[in-house]
Each structure stands twice: as structure tokens, then as C-alpha cells.
């Protein structure tokens, strides 16, 4: 049944220190994903056209990769969890979050879920994966700014040098 092998909406959206090539074991969900805002985008093959001299034709190759990514816009984000994020800090005496001057590279392990289909639900997951979060939208008295946030998958490798996937996704099991 095609309802069973599909990603129903977001049920948790998770993002925490990484492990050792491995999934990071204490992931902080973000549960005010704002509906319609995640874009998953897979990993495509960049293709390259070589003119050859002989004639008219052309050989294609593979160019460089662009890795797989997600994107979301999140809402009610601490400043303790923008440090996360993006960097900075929190003021001590304000408690407000203090962006840096430059932007850091910032890597994090994440896992998305979905809601429940029939027993099972979808999962993407990144062990790995380069973070960029800004602070964006219009103030209004009905809107709100959000944290827009794209999650681009690296290729985990641990500390013995035994690389794993980049992301991973399909359904699991829903007790």
C-alpha cells in the first residue's frame, strides 16, 4: 500500500551534538515547525559537457555532487538554542542571544519524523550534517519571525576513519 511508505507531516524535528560517525545520542526537539516550511531536497548528480574536437558531438561525466539538505522555518527558538544554531552567546544580564560577528561552521546530527500511517512512520536522518540558521520574517501583528534553517548532510567519519552514509531515510515501526 503506497499510503504506508510515505512522510505524513513533521511528529518531531531533533538536532543535537553528533557522535562518532554515528547519530548523536541527545537530540533537543524543535516542535513548532511551521506547516509547509520543510523541503527536503535528495543529493543530484551535477553532469559536466565536454566539447571534443573531432566533431560536432559531446561526452557528458559526472561534475561535482550536490549534497543531499533540508530546510525548515522553526518557531519559538530559546537563545540558549540560537547558541546552538548559529553561535553567539546569551547576555548573562539581558538573557537575550548575541549573534556572532562571523558566522561559525556548526555541525549537528538531526533526525526528522513523521506522523504515523497504518503502524508506520517516515524518518530522514543525518548523522553529520553542516547547519546555517538566521533569524528572518515580518513582525506583524499577525506573523511572527522565525529561525530559517537549512540542514546540509555530510559524510560522517569517526575517529577510526570508517565513513557512514550521509543521510538515511524510509519508515519505521510505530508501536
Known amino acids: 500500500m503506497a499510503s504506508i511508505n510515505n512522510f505524513l507531516g513533521v511528529s ?3 538536532l543535537g551534538a553528533p557522535g562518532d560517525g554515528v547519530m548523536g545520542d541527545t537530540l533537543t526537539n524543535f516542535p513548532d ?13 551535477n553532469q559536466e559537457t565536454i566539447s571534443t574536437e573531432a566533431n560536432d558531438s559531446y561526452i557528458t561525466v559526472n561534475g ?3 549534497p543531499g539538505s533540508v530546510s525548515a522555518r522553526l518557531y519559538g527558538v530559546t ?6 544554531l548559529a553561535g553567539g552567546e546569551v547576555d548573562g544580564t539581558s538573557g537575550l542571544w548575541n549573534a ?3 558566522a561559525p561552521d556548526i555541525y549537528l546530527s ?7 500511517i497504518n503502524n508506520k512512520r517516515g524518518v530522514l536522518q543525518m548523522a553529520y550534517a553542516k547547519i546555517s540558521a538566521r533569524l528572518q520574517g515580518t513582525v506583524t501583528k499577525n506573523g511572527l519571525p522565525a ?5 546540509t548532510a555530510n559524510t ?14 524510509g519508515t519505521e515501526d510505530v508501536a
Open 79 to 84: 537563545p540558549a538554542q540560537m547558541v546552538v
Open 147 to 151: 529561525v530559517d534553517i537549512t540542514i
Open 33 to 45: 515547525v511551521e506547516v509547509g516550511s520543510v523541503n527536503i531536497e535528495g543529493a543530484t548528480q
Open 64 to 66: 561535482d555532487p550536490t
Open 110 to 116: 538531526f533526525r526528522m519524523k513523521g506522523k504515523a
Open 12 to 14: 518531531s524535528f531533533e
Open 100 to 102: 556572532p560577528k562571523t
Open 156 to 169: 560522517p567519519v569517526s575517529a577510526l576513519l570508517v565513513e557512514g552514509p550521509p543521510y538515511s531515510y
